[in-house]
Nanobody
Framework: QVQLVESGGGLVQTGGSLRLSCAASGSTFRRYIMGWFRQAPGKEREFVAAIRWSGGDTYYADSVRGRFTISRNYAKNTVHLQMNSLKPEDTAVYYC?????????????????WGQGTQVTVSS
């Protein structure tokens, strides 16, 4: 059974940095695409970034491109999201997600597996 466990959230000031981690277990992930999504109170879950486990192709939402970097550690089955130059509008619960087959990597319903989420709060 696939399990995704996020860590690394917290409270940071505007302009600060955080590094989120997602520990994946229960499968061979080389065929997976892994994504990060976020959901702020009263808003829909939105795409942040995604990476193909094999090959490492990366994709970003326009709102985070140039500030966030997604990466994976092939040997440790972990996916990371380095978040720099954080803004108050980045405040949300961040979720790690994974799937084998995806037509649109930026659509939450395309993902089969989800972590429990980790809170990121950016103070102004």
């Amino acid at each position: 059974q696939v399990q995704l466990v996020e860590s690394g959230g917290g409270l940071v000031q505007t302009g600060g940095s955080l590094r989120l981690s997602c520990a994946a277990s229960g499968s061979t992930f080389r065929r997976y695409i892994m994504g990060w999504f976020r959901q702020a109170p009263g808003k829909e879950r939105e795409f942040v970034a995604a990476i193909r486990w094999s090959g490492g192709d990366t994709y970003y939402a326009d709102s985070v491109r140039g500030r966030f970097t997604i990466s994976r550690n092939y040997a440790k089955n972990t996916v990371h999201l380095q978040m720099n130059s954080l803004k108050p509008e980045d405040t949300a619960v961040y979720y790690c997600a994974g799937t084998i087959a995806v037509r649109a990597y930026d659509i939450a319903s395309q993902y089969d597996y989800w972590g429990q989420g980790t809170q990121v709060t950016v103070s102004s």
